[in-house]
């Protein structure tokens, strides 16, 4: 996809605090430090769009994005960091409940996990829960330039097989070398209706 335009529209806790639900929007959910924001500023072409940091849990609102001025990307925080304050952490489950449940210009997640790890509880309730609720999702692995090729085919076999998926499934994906980002974008436009 051509980005023509990506902008920061505005951080949220509560409904009543979202932008007006104008676009389409695809929210990004993934563990503490999974690389979900360098996902994000890989596919709209920007190096500073989305704020990384070295700190898992920098992520803490709902962020939202508008991208080509036609539907907007939402950055979730991550999940299953110990070092944020504990009551920070008790607010995330409900404030990301409320807006992956009650968001009617939702049409998708992207799942976002580390293709060196195991899926844990976290990411399986995750999707049990999406497809629970009906609301499409991909899963991307990221970071797949840390694994030769032989690592990631035997990675993302193991990880298929944890989810009781098929390897065809998942999405292999590297900021680095900017490998997979045609079929994120693809699955991304699928739920967006747009191919």
């Known amino acids: 996809m051509k980005i023509k335009s990506a902008e920061f529209i505005k951080s949220a806790i509560k409904p009543d605090h979202y932008p007006e639900p104008l676009?389409?929007?695809i929210?990004?959910?993934g563990r503490s430090n999974v690389g979900?924001?360098?996902?994000?500023?890989t596919l709209v072409n920007r190096k500073r769009l989305v704020k990384t940091g070295s700190t898992p849990g920098r992520t803490q609102l709902l962020n939202f994005f508008l991208i080509n001025k036609m539907f907007s990307m939402v950055d979730l925080p991550g999940?299953?960091?110990?070092?944020?304050?504990?009551?920070?952490?008790?607010?995330?489950g409900p404030m990301i409940e409320t807006y992956l449940t009650t968001r009617e210009v939702l049409?998708?997640?992207?799942?976002?996990?580390d293709i060196r790890r195991s899926p844990g509880k976290e990411e399986t309730d995750l999707m049990a829960w999406l497809v629970h609720y009906q609301i499409p999702f991909i899963i991307?692995?990221?970071k797949a330039d840390k694994l030769s090729k032989t690592k990631q085919i035997n990675q993302s076999r193991?990880?298929?097989a944890n989810l009781h998926i098929s390897i065809n499934d998942l999405i292999l994906f590297s900021a680095k070398t900017r490998q997979g980002i045609d079929a994120v974008w693809e699955g991304v436009l699928d739920m967006l209706g747009q191919n």
């Open 36 to 41: 979900k924001s360098s996902l994000i500023n």
């Open 79 to 92: 999940y299953g960091y110990a070092k944020v304050p504990a009551a920070i952490r008790k607010t995330w």
């Open 140 to 142: 991307i692995l990221t």
């Open 107 to 113: 049409h998708g997640v992207v799942v976002i996990l």
């Open 158 to 160: 193991a990880i298929a």
């Open 27 to 29: 929210a990004f959910a």
């Open 23 to 25: 676009v389409p929007e």
